[in-house]
């Protein structure tokens, strides 16, 4: 039986593992039916039900950080232990890996089927977007995708901390995943057309590792003007400065 941070970093890889099988599930639904089963809208409820979900699988045991982003900003700034940050970080990879597995192997035949067993990134038949987030074309890296991935996560991670502080106006504790997960499709609803929100760098780097080796290979690090780094430096940014600006402007303000 496992026990201590162990433990604890089996269930982040579980729960980061639920939620990219939802997450991509449900861009592939819609990308490979070429819309026929879902729209942008049902992308955005799919990621966040997924979230609700892995914070209802993980939270008892590990507190669902589900994101590396999350676990750096609560090492800043809520005493989270800095010995657990790199097991945690490195279980949310994995499981973002191997929830991308699981969409790929459940879906391969519909693949096969949209772009005929040839895995492109880019152009009509580009099915890497499924897994990973690249921007658009107009997006620069720097300063437009950093800055977006900075706003996004800085945003979650705000809400986060409102959304389980007690000496504010907090919600009942079986009630805060439903509210995160609300959180993260009001995200996606207003901050996901320049790059997809990744806002997570897990979810990003474990699912394009998965299609480097599974088939769409190094060009999904070189897309993008080799994007891939933005959405994991973009997201430890925005985490701990939305730490800071939650606790200068509510926290340090008690009465």
């Known amino acids: 039986m496992l026990t201590g941070t162990a ?3 089996l269930a982040e890889f579980l729960g980061t593992c639920v ?5 991509s599930a449900v861009v592939a639904q819609v990308v490979l039916s070429g819309g026929a089963n879902g729209s942008y809208l049902s992308i955005n409820l799919g990621w966040g039900l997924g979230v609700t979900m892995a914070i209802y699988v993980s939270a008892g045991v590990s507190g669902a950080h589900l ?13 989270f232990a800095w010995s657990k940050v790199i097991p945690y970080c490195l279980a949310q990879t994995a499981g973002a890996f191997t929830g991308a597995l699981v969409t790929f192997v459940t879906y391969r035949d519909a693949f096969n089927h949209f772009d005929g067993g040839t895995r492109f990134v880019t152009g009509a038949k580009a099915t890497a977007g499924i897994f990973a987030t690249y921007p ?15 706003v996004g996560t800085a945003l979650l991670l705000l809400l986060v901390l409102a959304l389980g502080d007690q000496k504010n106006f907090a919600a009942e504790g079986r009630l805060q995943p439903i509210l995160v997960g609300a959180a993260v499709v009001l995200i996606g609803m207003t901050f996901g057309f320049n790059a997809g929100y990744a806002i ?20 999904v690090f070189t897309a993008g003007n080799s994007w ?6 973009g997201p430890l940014i925005g985490g ?16």
Request: glycine residues 12%; aromatic residues 10%; proline residues 6%.
């Open 7 to 9: 433990r604890e970093a």
């Open 19 to 23: 939620l990219i099988i939802f997450g």
């Open 67 to 79: 994101n590396p982003a999350v676990t750096v900003a609560l090492a800043v700034h809520r005493g």
């Open 136 to 150: 658009q074309d107009f997006l620069s890296n720097v300063p437009g995708g950093l800055v977006d991935q900075i």
């Open 200 to 219: 997570n760098p897990a979810r990003d780097l474990g699912p394009r590792l998965f299609t480097s080796l599974a088939g769409w290979g190094g060009e």
């Open 228 to 233: 891939w780094w933005v959405p994991i430096v």
């Open 240 to 255: 701990v400065l939305g730490g800071y600006v939650y606790d200068l402007c509510i926290t340090k303000h008690r009465k």
